[in-house]
């Protein structure tokens, strides 16, 4: 079965959160609204933040809020910030070591087309299309559907 980890489901819910507010929004505020535990928005903002999708803001009005807009931000950029190359197998990973069968492995190239399209699809795919509910200051905020099952 091919799934991404909960931390990068969390994330989109955590993103699909922060593309619909205002301004800046605390980790805490984050929590709040998207029902995910503190530490893990926390530990999500930083991943992201290092990725270049998030950005943090010091101060009295500090907090997160997106590097640019939700249009602009793909799935395949969220994912790959938390889970690396997208790629069905080891193998297909850029950089991957090799396995001790890659010389004579029939199947190696099989899967190229199917991560090329996933690839394809993810990128396809904008932030502002997560959710049942548009992106913009009316939009209501709730909770969106986990993606993936534990």
Known sequence: MIRMSKLTDYAIVV???????DATVTAQELARRSRVPLPTV?????????????????GRRGGYSLSRGPEAISMAQVVEALEGPIALTVCGSPGAEPCGIELSCIAKGTWDPV??????ALRA???????????????????LPVLSSP
């Open 15 to 21: 993103l699909a959160h922060l593309a619909r507010a």
């Open 42 to 58: 926390s530990k999500l903002c930083k991943e992201l933040s290092r990725a270049g999708l998030v950005v943090s803001h010091r």
């Open 125 to 143: 795919l904008p932030l502002s299309e997560i959710g049942p509910f548009r992106v913009g200051r009316d939009a209501p905020v709730t909770a």
């Open 115 to 120: 991560s090329r399209a996933v690839q394809s």
